[in-house]
Nanobody, 125 residues
Framework: QVQLVESGGGLVQTGGSLRLSCAASRRTFSNYAMGWFRQAPGKEREFVAGISRSGGSASYGDSVKGRFTISRDNDKNTVYLQMNSLKPEDTAVYYC??????????????????WGKGSLVTVSS
């Protein structure tokens, strides 16, 4: 089992920045590719960003390319999502998720093994 706990969400104005963190419980964190997903009210869950086990490769959803950056620190068992130039349409609950043994970064459509409970990000206009 892997427990994932997100933090760093909150209220920010359009154009502002936030950094989400996701702390994992397992010391074998480096065995898991990680991803960030989001779900806005009334909408389906959407892939945001993914990163490989080593952190050497990443992928992004089209709506966040060039604005968001995913990274990880395997010594701290933590994955991050730096969000810049935020827009009201980025408002959602953001979830981190883990996929065991994946070769390469998490991409859209990946079936994840573990999920966090989410962190709310609200971007005001």
């Amino acid at each position: 089992q892997v427990q994932l706990v997100e933090s760093g969400g909150g209220l920010v104005q359009t154009g502002g920045s936030l950094r989400l963190s996701c702390a994992a419980s397992r010391r074998t964190f480096s065995n898991y590719a990680m991803g960030w997903f989001r779900q806005a009210p009334g909408k389906e869950r959407e892939f945001v960003a993914g990163i490989s086990r080593s952190g050497g490769s990443a992928s992004y959803g089209d709506s966040v390319k060039g604005r968001f950056t995913i990274s990880r620190d395997n010594d701290k068992n933590t994955v991050y999502l730096q969000m810049n130039s935020l827009k009201p349409e980025d408002t959602a609950v953001y979830y981190c998720a883990a996929k065991y043994g994946l070769f390469g970064p998490v991409v859209a459509g990946a079936g994840m093994d573990y999920w966090g409970k989410g962190s709310l990000v609200t971007v005001s206009s």
